[in-house]
């Protein structure tokens, strides 16, 4: 009983033992497929965000101040919103 306590408690809090290659190699894989999944993510919500700032900006002359107004402020949100994410994709395509 004695050894068998013994056993379990090795078992138990035994340290860690490191990764086999194998286990390396597939994380290292994994982590690829998310960061290249993440990558193509990001395309395309940049090429949607280049596309909603196309589409505002094409919007017609005759705009009253405020609706200009509020058409200039939806830019600007636009053009943030895209600087962020071309520094995310920026640093993602850096890793690979």
């Keep these: 009983m004695l050894q068998h306590l013994r056993t379990w408690l090795q078992r138990t809090f035994s340290r860690s033992r490191p990764p086999t290659p194998d286990q390396s190699q597939r994380r290292a894989a994994d982590a690829r497929s998310h960061r290249d999944g993440s990558i193509t993510a990001l395309r395309s ?14 919007s ?4 009253t101040s405020d609706e200009r107004a509020t058409s200039q402020q939806r830019l600007a949100s636009l053009h943030k919103e895209l600087e962020r994410k071309q520094q995310e994709l920026g640093a993602l395509q850096a890793r690979v």
């Excluded at 017609?60 to 705009?63: A, I, Q, S, T």
């Design 45 to 58: 919500e940049i090429r949607g965000l280049q596309q909603q700032i196309k589409d505002v900006s094409d």
């Design 60 to 63: 017609p002359e005759g705009l």
